[in-house]
Structure formats: C-alpha cells, structure tokens
C-alpha cells in the first residue's frame, strides 16, 4: 500500500510499504480521510517522542471490511492500572498511541484495536468524522478547566486545536470568547465559528486561558491574562519551557493545568458533539501530495488551517 512515512529528523516521504496484518482482536480499516496534526509537524524536526520509520497519523475516520463508518480513539490503553481504574485512560501506564509507537493513518489501511473504534451516527460526514479527534481534546480541556459556563474564556492559537476548544466553550455557554493568533487567515476561521473578538494578542483579564500553542510566550501570556483564582489550560507541545512568573501563582491563586488528550467517554461524547458543530472547515488533499503538504506546514505555511488527507482509494 501506499504510506506517508517519517524516515528523518523533519523528514516525510511517500512510500510503497506492506499492508498491515491485523492481529488478535483488531479490525483493518480502509482510511477514508487523515488529519496533520500540529504535534506532528513539531515533533518530527527533532525525534523523540516518535522515532523513524515511522507512519503517524492519529486523527480519522475509516470504513471496515463490511462498510460500517468510522472513527477510532487511538489510544490504547491497558484498563487495569491504576489510571485505568480511575478512570483516566488517557493517562494509562503503559498507553500507547497510533500513529506515535504503533503505525498510524497516514496511509491506504491501518490495523487498529477493535475496542476503540467507535461507529457514526448516520448523518455525521467523513470530514467531520475525522475531525473528531481534535474536538475531543477540546472536550477534555474543557472539563479540566471546570469553569462554569458563563465564564469569560480566551483562547490562544487559532489552529485546529483552539478552534475546537472556541466550538466547546460556546456550545457550554461561555459568556465570551477571545481568540488570539497571529495568522489573518485563522482570524478569519475564528470569526466564522463564533468568537466575540479576535486579536494578535489577548488583553484583560479571563477566567480561563486555553494554550493551544505551547511556545515560552504563549504560556507566559496564558498566566499574566488569567484574573485572580482563573484557571489557564495548556494543551500545546512545542517548547518545554514553561517561561511563566511562580510568584503570581501564589500571589493570586492562579491554576496552571495540563490537558492530554482525553478518555475514551470523552471521545464518544466528540463524536456526538461532532453533530452540532461546524468541523467541515478543513482543506482535503489526496494522500499522494501528503508529503508535500505535510512540508509546508511544517515551514510555516499559514493559509490552510486544518489539512487532511484522502488515500486514492477513499
């Protein structure tokens, strides 16, 4: 089959590689659609977390060998450690994600865990199906924030990660919502989906400050907009310096919480989330320009705001 692989430091290629055979208790599904995450474009120039040769991909939707619909939560996790009995999947021990340490979508077929594929309702598109993924970690985000809803949220990144965070907080009632993001294009997209203001940067004061970039600036800045008692979120990965004043923490009370991904209830409730929102905002591509397109996001291509992949076959 065809596959897009990671085969070097920032580094991808379309390659010609052997079909995945699945194992016990796995389904093979036919990739109908694969998003590029942010995570991938950053976590490739220096590996790491994932290593080469590697076929990543982590956000789709598929068909089975019947023709059911799709989407698949890909983490795998153990159900019995102790993170697993309390019901954090997401934070299991031994987890593993596809796409990270199994191979992923980024090609024709994937061999997945048939207990976290998950069927869509009839009406939901494939475009929107694949879109789930990054709806979920909003939904977790928003749940670590544990604000009420009529909070004052603000927003930083308007990549597919912030968007669906701006999606969940006004589906839960958020009294307003600032997004910030240097890109026009993505201000642009924000606007569209229902922020009250958007900006360079933000100003004032917010209950909530949702990171969805993770550089030493966006997290500084995450911490100086929070109000007294707020509470910042971050989901994004690029940088590990966390770059914020410890003092105010304590001076003022203020939160700073990670949010990874999400469990899997929380993937089932994207999927049904998925029915009320706007997702149908990506630019598809066929899976033989992947490589090329997955370069120039990579080097900072700002114009297509969530791009997703078609194999031939789709």
């Not at 809803?149 to 701006?166: E, F, H, N």
């Not at 958020?174 to 240097?182: G, P």
Request: aromatic fraction near 4%; include cysteine; hydrophobic fraction near 45%.
């Amino acid at each position: 089959m065809r596959a897009m692989v990671f085969t070097g430091p920032g580094v991808v290629e379309m390659l010609e590689v052997p079909d995945p055979v699945p194992g016990p208790d796995e389904l093979l599904l036919n990739v109908a659609l694969v998003g590029i995450c942010g995570s991938e474009l950053h976590g490739i120039v220096q590996p790491g977390f994932r290593q080469p040769p590697l076929i990543m991909g982590h956000e789709f939707a598929a068909t089975t060998s019947d023709g059911r619909r799709v989407t698949v939560n890909p983490i795998v996790h153990c159900g019995s450690c102790d993170r697993c009995r309390a019901g954090a999947d997401n934070l299991c021990r031994g987890r593993e994600i596809l796409g990270v340490h199994r191979p992923g979508a980024f090609a024709e077929h994937v061999a997945v865990p048939a207990a976290l594929v998950h069927e869509l309702p009839p009406g939901l598109s494939m475009e929107s199906a694949a879109m789930v993924e990054p709806l979920a970690n909003a939904v977790h985000a928003w749940r670590v924030a544990g604000s009420p809803p009529d909070s004052q949220i603000g927003i930083i990144g308007a990549g597919p990660i912030g968007l669906a965070s701006l999606l969940v907080a006004r589906v839960e009632g958020a009294k307003s919502i600032t997004v910030a993001d240097l890109s026009p294009d993505r201000q642009r997209m924000a606007r569209k989906l229902g922020a009250d203001k958007v900006a360079d940067a933000l100003d004032g004061e917010y209950d909530v400050v949702i990171d969805a970039v993770g550089l030493r600036a966006t997290r500084r800045a995450s911490v100086e907009h929070l109000r007294s008692g707020g509470v910042s979120v971050w989901l994004g990965l690029i940088e590990p310096d966390p770059g914020f004043d410890a003092l105010s923490l304590v001076r003022a009370e203020k939160t700073v919480r990670g949010s990874f991904a999400y469990t899997d209830p929380e993937f089932s409730a994207a999927i049904e989330l998925a029915e009320e929102v706007d997702l149908e905002w990506a630019e598809v591509f066929p899976l033989e320009q992947g490589a090329s397109v997955f370069t120039e996001l990579m080097h900072g291509r700002s114009d297509v705001v969530k791009a997703l992949l078609r194999p031939g076959h789709a």
